[in-house]
């Protein structure tokens, strides 16, 4: 092999683990579990304050050395996980209809709808049971009555709290869910009624052993008649 060759091989090996190198210091994981189980986001970080924003733009090493040695001391909020946490509020990993409320949604798509359901439920923390049903089934109706949500069964995504929440679409399956996605967030179990059935769906929630309607998209809260019916079907 010529000597020109030689080096000619060199410098790509070379350039080869240069890239490498790059790609392994650039493709950083924009969320992490840091030691003490606080959730980082460095996204959610930069987007909430503005001037770190300013100051480092979306670099995720700069965001995560500021916390570390500055924004954890001022109480600043790494992620949409830690402020649902000083709210008392369940995170997403921990809901309990979680599986259900996955329904065709990728974990960002459905942390997205959380983000926007954390607005209805923020007032209600400290509420009775009763009110809480209420407010979430109010607000879920809100959006299709003021056309922000769509009724449709043939767009993606209209059966789970991505469609209804974010993209705009919705039946009364993506209603219940996302006033299911309401409820758990704020700790409460409920069961989906006719769940993946083409009939009508809603939330069946225990309230003091007796079992009410959470029924956004019927906009009917209040106990059952008898188990499993609607009053108004």
């Not at 879920?140 to 949500?149: A, L, T």
Request: net charge negative.
């Amino acid at each position: 092999m010529s000597r020109e060759k030689f080096n000619s091989k060199i410098l790509v090996f070379c350039y080869a683990l240069f890239m490498l190198f790059v790609m392994d210091i650039t493709v950083e994981a924009k969320t992490t579990t840091l030691e003490d189980g606080t959730v980082f986001d460095s996204d959610y970080y930069a987007n909430t304050y503005p001037d770190l924003k300013a100051a480092f733009g979306y670099d995720y090493n700069a965001l995560l050395n500021h916390y570390l040695n500055y924004g954890r001391g001022e109480n600043r909020l790494p992620s949409a996980e830690a402020l649902a946490e000083s709210m008392g509020l369940v995170a997403m990993s921990d809901l309990a209809n979680l599986k259900s409320l996955k329904k065709k949604c990728t974990n960002e798509e459905l942390q997205a709808a959380y983000d926007v359901a954390m607005e209805i439920v923020k007032p209600l923390t400290q509420e009775s049971l009763e009110v809480q049903l209420f407010y979430i089934a109010v607000a879920i109706r809100e959006r299709i009555d003021s056309g922000k949500v769509v009724y449709t069964t043939s767009v993606k995504h209209y059966n789970n709290p991505y469609g209804y929440f974010v993209i705009g679409v919705g039946s009364c399956a993506g209603s219940t869910r996302a006033t299911g996605l309401c409820l758990n967030m704020l700790g409460i179990p409920y069961e989906h009624v006719n769940e993946n059935q083409w009939s009508h769906q809603w939330c069946r929630v225990n309230v003091d052993g007796i079992y009410w309607i959470c029924d956004a998209y019927g906009l009917y809260v209040g106990p059952e008649p008898a188990p499993y019916t609607h009053p108004y079907l």
